[in-house]
């Protein structure tokens, strides 16, 4: 008997070959966008958490009372070291031996701050989170005068979630941050890009998250 050999028809297109090269490239992508998604997550998370508290804060600055401790300190420069100062300069900051003497003396620490000099003394400001601070030295009779002032730790971090007086090392931080955020909220939005067709909501739902603050600044903010 003859035997018939089946013919198998190619899919239209051609598109059963290149379906499964393209679900792989699909799963990869969806795989590394979970993965820099939860990686920026997790950099991020503490300090999304403080900055969201002290947004609130800050919102309502105005009814959470603080009382600022001030706590002034005074002291006396050596002979040797106040002829240091005995020279009229521009402003510059303190000798180092001076520095280190005014620290063990008051408990503040003018090391490499700038001070304003003038005939009579040496004034050095030194703000702070949360705070203030200043140190003076007269220049004829060596007394140091400081004062540092504490407004609580709420204004603290209200300060530091400005990056007010909170250094090189809190700058960085701030924007090694904003940078973790960045790529948590694109790759959160390449995400729900990919979820879209099987969640119909989604898109409504960004939509009003962007009209909200947009409508709230147009009729509200004058």
């Known amino acids: 008997m003859n ?36 990686v920026s997550a997790a950099v991020s998370l503490v300090a999304m958490l403080l900055f969201s508290i002290t947004g609130i ?3 309502h600055a105005g009814s959470i009372g603080a009382t600022p401790v001030v706590t002034e300190k005074s002291g006396t420069l050596s002979p040797p070291l106040l002829r240091q100062l005995a020279s009229p300069t ?43 601070a200043w140190v003076s030295i007269d220049r004829g009779s060596g007394r140091i005068t400081a004062e540092v002032t504490d407004r609580g730790w709420v204004s603290y971090l209200n300060d530091l979630h400005k ?27 390449l995400l729900l890009q990919l979820h879209a067709h099987r ?17 709230i600044a147009i009729l509200f903010i004058h």
Not at 105 to 119: F, N, R, Y
Not at 163 to 189: E, H, K, P, Q, Y
């Open 3 to 38: 035997q018939v050999t089946p013919i198998h028809a190619a899919a239209p297109g051609g598109s059963a070959p290149t379906a499964k090269p393209r679900r792989k490239w699909k799963t990869w992508w969806l795989k590394q966008l979970h993965t820099w998604h939860w």
């Open 163 to 189: 990056g007010r007086n909170s250094g090189t090392a809190w700058f960085w931080f701030i924007d090694v941050f904003a940078a973790a955020c960045i790529l948590f909220t694109l790759t959160g939005l």
């Open 90 to 132: 521009a402003d510059t900051v303190l000798p180092p031996a001076v520095a280190a003497a005014v620290e063990r003396s008051v408990d503040v620490d003018p090391t490499g701050k700038t001070g304003e000099w003038s005939d009579a003394d040496v004034y050095v400001a030194l703000p702070r989170p949360g705070g203030d």
């Open 57 to 59: 804060t800050l919102n």
């Open 199 to 215: 969640r119909p909501s989604t898109w409504p739902i960004v939509a009003a998250g962007l009209a909200l603050p947009v409508v």
